[in-house]
């Protein structure tokens, strides 16, 4: 039977699971929209490209999926291009659908051309633009299966408007084909790195973004039973110094032993030079970073070999065994990690003056349920919230370090899970998508939205201040006091203005109540982010 492009392409998607795909209209995909009608397939309709990316990446995150986002061809697409560093970095599996111009028209000034795939290429695993309506299926099943295999992350698919409306027989590719191709972790080699872990007297285990997920999470508990030692995520812009990792950087130079197990060797671990004493173990899909890692370590690194993050950890719990030499080093290590300061105790509460950071976060920590999804964006308020509200089901800007993502963010993650959300975030995040509180009104997906409001860009004026001097610090400031809750009331939703410590639990507890996307406007003292150390 002969179809539309389009109407192969929603075929395809359907065929691979796909329940919802987040969007934002325009000419080049409208045959798209069309073709959804009666599919199954739900429509989150946003107000920015880039917005809509971001809820892809967050819904990838919460269910281990693919997460599809669908735009229009060029600026469409350029504006959805600036959110896939941050699905990049965070090694999550995001499908970008892009509009474009036909391709009986290029070359000649067509409506909105761009060398779209040449744009995303730099920031996907893979780009392309479809050449048929008859190869749409198998463009989709490739794309998929990218996005999720190896290192997980963003494909790009460019949607030529007389590919979409031409008429075409294909079959729709078996459920396999848009599956993840496992890059397996031998059982010989994982007994090697085992025994290599056993004989060690102070290992770390480093594990990268594509584990910090429900999925991986269980992968990884799995695995600390069976080593008996903690593994250590590691998904901030900040490397060592990410609070959420305790005083970890005092820990690395002590290490004999350092297994990457798909973590990259790069910028966060100070590219291994401050484990000075360790030997190191790299596993990852990617034989570029195997080679890198062999020249920044030199006759450090004892053994590299390729495989995916999820494979790895499953072979090494397979063949791991604790060691009880090591329980006193893993005891240390898991203590380190947690470590916080004990006078952050007595910021909890009500305490009076100005609002501190970590007031804040601890108020946010209580106001949780149980089930929460817990998103944290921003610059140093958002350090204090990773090191204070320790839940399950976090979500972080991640290495990337690109601020703004963490209202779509919410909403993405309350799409997948339908659970309660809450995102923390500082006045300067929030103002770049405030306007997806409307989505999230004319969708039903509730979520609170606590801004952290210092009337300024904290993290470049702490830069400033700290490199340059108070005399010389201008340029970050925001307006004081903005009543960014009166934008959530104007577009559908709920609205709490917070200048009192004692005011924040029932501000929290009313925007949970309300049942609508909320935002609780708190203002705070700007602080610069915690740097943690045991001692000094």
Not at 324 to 333: C, I, L, N, P
Request: charge should be negative; include cysteine.
């Amino acid at each position: 039977m002969r179809r539309r492009g389009a109407d192969l392409l929603v075929a395809a998607l359907t065929a691979a699971g796909v329940e919802r795909i987040f969007t934002l209209s325009g000419n080049h995909i409208m045959e798209v929209f069309d073709a959804l009608v009666g599919s199954g397939i739900s429509i989150v309709h946003t107000r920015h490209e880039a917005a809509a990316v971001h809820m892809a990446d967050a819904y990838a995150r919460m269910t281990g999926r693919i997460g599809v986002a669908m735009v229009t061809g060029g600026q469409g697409h350029s504006n959805a291009v600036a959110a896939l560093p941050t699905a990049l970095a965070g090694e999550v599996p995001v499908l970008l659908l892009s509009g474009h111009a036909p391709w009986d028209e290029l070359g000649n000034g067509a409506f909105q051309e761009l060398p779209q795939a040449a744009m995303a290429a730099p920031v996907t695993k893979a780009a392309w633009a479809a050449q048929s309506a008859a190869g749409l299926p198998a463009d989709v099943a490739r794309a998929i299966s990218t996005a999720l295999s190896g290192r997980p992350g963003p494909v790009h698919l460019s949607l030529p408007t007389d590919v979409l409306v031409a008429d075409a027989e294909a079959e729709i590719p078996p459920a396999a084909a848009f599956a993840a191709k496992p890059m397996t972790l031998s059982a010989t080699t994982a007994r090697v790195v085992a025994n290599l872990i056993a004989a060690a007297e102070q290992p770390l285990l480093l594990t990268p973004p594509a584990l910090v997920s429900p999925h991986g999470y269980v992968a990884l508990a799995k695995l600390e039973a069976a080593t008996g030692l903690p593994a250590i995520s590691m998904n901030s812009p900040r490397g060592l110094a990410d609070p959420t990792l305790g005083a970890l950087a005092e820990l690395l130079p002590e290490a004999d032993l350092v297994v990457l197990l798909g973590k990259q060797l790069d910028f966060t671990s100070r590219f291994g030079r401050t484990a000075t004493e360790a030997r190191f173990v790299v596993l990852d899909p990617d034989a570029r970073l195997l080679g890198r890692a062999q020249r920044l370590l030199g006759d450090r690194l004892v053994l590299s070999a390729l495989a995916d993050p999820m494979s790895a950890v499953a072979a090494l719990t397979a063949a791991a065994k604790p060691v009880m030499a090591q329980k006193d080093w893993a005891w240390r290590t898991y203590e380190t990690v947690g470590f916080r300061p004990a006078a952050w105790a007595s910021l909890a509460g009500a305490p009076d003056g100005p609002i501190h950071p970590a007031t804040l976060a601890h108020a946010v920590f209580a106001a949780l349920p149980p089930d929460a999804v817990f998103v944290c964006d921003g610059g140093e308020v958002g350090q204090w919230a990773q090191a204070i509200v320790n839940v399950p089901l976090p979500i972080t800007n991640g290495v990337a370090g690109a601020i703004g993502a963490g209202t779509p963010f919410a909403i993405g993650a309350r799409a997948a899970l339908g659970r309660p959300t809450l995102a923390l975030m500082g006045d300067g995040s929030f103002g770049f998508h405030m306007a997806e509180l409307d989505t999230a009104a004319r969708h039903g997906l509730p979520c609170v939205i606590v801004v952290g409001n210092d009337s300024r860009w904290n993290a470049e004026h702490q830069i400033q201040l700290r490199d340059y001097g108070a005399n010389r610090a201008h340029g970050c400031e925001l307006a004081p006091g903005t009543r960014y809750d009166l934008i959530a009331t104007a577009l559908g939703g709920h609205g709490e203005f917070v200048e009192r410590a004692a005011d924040l639990a029932p501000a929290l507890a009313r925007a949970f109540a309300s049942n609508r996307p909320a935002v609780v406007n708190v203002i705070i003292e700007g602080q610069p982010a915690p740097a943690l150390k045991t001692s000094g």
